[in-house]
Structure formats: structure tokens, C-alpha cells
């Protein structure tokens, strides 16, 4: 169960109070009144009234995480672009970009063998590159997740334990990058993954794509 504060611990007796201390006529319950007609502070009681004002979707601003993985997608291609015209290469030449297993950018596509070796030589040479595309590598398919759950929460009214549990209650902490990382050490935890995270996994590393 989520952590609660002091005040918000003090606050669920009355809100309950508020909800089953009275009878249909407004005036107070006697205190003979049958135990059936009491309220009593569960665990359960608790838990409903912090899920009532707790709802991790809501605190999620997708539209901005993917503004913001947006503009690192855009100076991967210019980059991209850029460097294939220094070279006078075809321009609509299909390039896949992604990891080694060192952490170093392996560059693909249709392009000759020597043409590769000099864009991957230039581009691991790039601090801003390899920085950009780092970040992008790390939080894009959390940015996917995150999308997916949010829409079906918001379009049928459902919750998923696992992507809760991604989500603070203190939106500072819910930037893309902290969900990223809790989002990594769920896809590593070999529990969480047979409980049902919702994302498959092929084995293959995350690659960008220009112009596919």
C-alpha cells in the first residue's frame, strides 16, 4: 500500500465522518446505533480514499515527454543528414543506428562497408550524438509504455499495478527519466516480468531508424 502522510492519515477519519456520520435525515447516529451502522477505519478504508485522489495517469504528461524526445529525435536525423551529404552520399540512404555491446554507436544501412566505418568513426567522435542518442535509446520505449497504459487508463477506466508502481506521488520525481529508470529495474526483475509487464521482449537493442 502507497505510504501516507500525518495529515493525510488525520484527514480519513472525518472523511469518513463526513460519509457514514449521519443518518438520511442529517442529524447524528446515536452512539447505541447498531454495530452495522459503524464505520470502521480499515486498511481497506484507506486505501480507497487515497485511490480516489491518487490517479497516476493524470500526473503523467505524455504530450511533453514527447516533445522533449521529440527534439533529440530531430538532431539525430539532421545530424545524420548532415554527415551523409559531407561525404556525398545519397541522401535517402537507409541508416540503422543502435548500440554495440561496449556502448558505442554500430551504424548499418545500404551504404559501402568504408562509407559506414567513417560515419560510425565520426559520429562515436560526436559528444552531442552519442549524448542524444543515449537518452533517446534509455527513455523511448518507456515514452511507448507509458503512452499505451495512459490511453487505455484514460479510455476504459482501468488500472495497472506495474505501471503504478512506476509513478510517484510527488510529480518532481516523475520526470521522464526517473520513470525510465524504475521502468529498467522492473524489465530486470524477473518477478515483475512474469507478473505481466506489458512490454516484449526480443533481445534485440533499440536502434533509430533514418529514413525507413
Given at each position: 500500500?502507497?505510504?501516507?502522510?500525518?495529515?493525510?492519515?488525520?484527514?480519513?477519519?472525518?472523511?469518513?465522518?463526513?460519509?457514514?456520520?449521519?443518518?438520511?435525515?442529517?442529524?447524528?447516529?446515536?452512539?447505541?446505533?447498531?454495530?452495522s451502522q459503524r464505520k470502521i477505519l480499515t486498511d481497506d478504508?484507506?486505501?480507497?480514499?487515497?485511490?480516489?485522489?491518487?490517479?497516476?495517469?493524470?500526473?503523467?504528461?505524455?504530450?511533453?515527454?514527447?516533445?522533449?524526445?521529440?527534439?533529440?529525435?530531430?538532431?539525430?536525423?539532421?545530424?545524420?543528414?548532415?554527415?551523409?551529404?559531407?561525404?556525398?552520399?545519397?541522401?535517402?540512404?537507409?541508416?540503422?543506428?543502435?548500440?554495440?555491446?561496449?556502448?558505442?554507436?554500430?551504424?548499418?544501412?545500404?551504404?559501402?562497408?568504408?562509407?559506414?566505418?567513417?560515419?560510425?568513426?565520426?559520429?562515436?567522435?560526436?559528444?552531442?550524438?552519442?549524448?542524444?542518442?543515449?537518452?533517446?535509446?534509455?527513455?523511448?520505449?518507456?515514452?511507448?509504455?507509458?503512452?499505451?497504459?495512459?490511453?487505455?487508463?484514460?479510455?476504459?477506466?482501468?488500472?495497472?499495478?506495474?505501471?503504478?508502481?512506476?509513478?510517484?506521488?510527488?510529480?518532481?520525481?516523475?520526470?521522464?527519466?526517473?520513470?525510465?529508470?524504475?521502468?529498467?529495474?522492473?524489465?530486470?526483475?524477473?518477478?515483475?516480468?512474469?507478473?505481466?509487464?506489458?512490454?516484449?521482449?526480443?533481445?534485440?537493442?533499440?536502434?533509430?531508424?533514418?529514413?525507413?
Amino acid at each position: 500500500m502507497s505510504q501516507i502522510s500525518t495529515e493525510q492519515a488525520l484527514q480519513v477519519p472525518q472523511q469518513l465522518t463526513r460519509h457514514g456520520g449521519f443518518n438520511e435525515n442529517g442529524s447524528h447516529k446515536q452512539a447505541g446505533s447498531d454495530d452495522s451502522q459503524r464505520k470502521i477505519l480499515t486498511d481497506d478504508a484507506v486505501t480507497l480514499l487515497l485511490r480516489q485522489e491518487f490517479n497516476p495517469a493524470k500526473k503523467i504528461q505524455v504530450d511533453a515527454f514527447k516533445g522533449e524526445l521529440g527534439q533529440e529525435k530531430t538532431f539525430i536525423k539532421e545530424t545524420l543528414k548532415t554527415k551523409l551529404a559531407e561525404y556525398n552520399l545519397n541522401p535517402r540512404s537507409q541508416l540503422s543506428i543502435q548500440k554495440d555491446a561496449f556502448g558505442s554507436i554500430e551504424i548499418n544501412g545500404s551504404l559501402a562497408d568504408t562509407d559506414l566505418e567513417k560515419l560510425t568513426t565520426d559520429l562515436n567522435n560526436n559528444k552531442l550524438f552519442k549524448s542524444a542518442f543515449d537518452k533517446l535509446s534509455k527513455q523511448e520505449p518507456t515514452l511507448n509504455y507509458v503512452d499505451n497504459i495512459v490511453k487505455i487508463s484514460k479510455v476504459y477506466g482501468v488500472e495497472n499495478a506495474l505501471f503504478n508502481s512506476l509513478i510517484s506521488e510527488q510529480n518532481e520525481f516523475n520526470r521522464l527519466n526517473d520513470i525510465a529508470h524504475r521502468y529498467e529495474a522492473l524489465k530486470q526483475n524477473n518477478s515483475a516480468s512474469s507478473a505481466g509487464l506489458e512490454e516484449k521482449e526480443t533481445g534485440l537493442a533499440f536502434n533509430f531508424v533514418l529514413n525507413a
